[in-house]
């Protein structure tokens, strides 16, 4: 098995190519909209359609696009309580934790870090009730979950879903 350099189309878990100008602003881009059709893009970033499949595929084949999604508003998809809560965990525990991460649906971002925490949670949840149930009844009962925080949210700005 031959190994392939982090610039030459890389497979999964190596560093991606360097992004040149044209990439960056192929991604904002479809940051902006995932929809944009190929020709379009060409269009906008003023390079040839097949200069354009070609850069998409390979920002997709390197990992730098990982896929493409809807952004949704949680208000209006009825998640009007949302929440960051941060967990203080036992050590050693963190794979253990993400599996029942994992399942709990109102769990949208889950994070490691560092500092007087150990895990940061975006939750999204339909009122106060039932984040209240989230915290209390499901985050609090995971083995390895020493202490919760939660930091209610009262404004989302350029929120992900």
Partial sequence: ???????????????????DAIDQAMLRELTADGRLAVR??????NISRANAYARLERLKESGVLTGFTAVLDPARAGLSTSAYVT???????WRD???????????????????EFD???????VDNEHLRHVVLEQLQSIPGV??????????DIGNPW
């Fill in 1 to 19: 098995m031959s190994s392939q350099s982090p610039r030459s189309g890389s497979p999964a878990g190596q560093i991606a190519p360097a992004l």
């Fill in 40 to 45: 379009v893009l060409a269009e906008r970033l």
């Fill in 87 to 93: 967990l203080t965990v036992r050590q050693n525990s």
């Fill in 97 to 115: 934790l993400t599996e029942h991460l994992r399942r709990i649906p109102e769990v949208r971002h889950m994070a490691l870090v560092g500092g």
């Fill in 119 to 125: 895990v940061m949670l975006l939750v999204r949840t």
């Fill in 146 to 155: 020493l202490g919760t925080r939660t930091l209610l949210i009262f404004d």
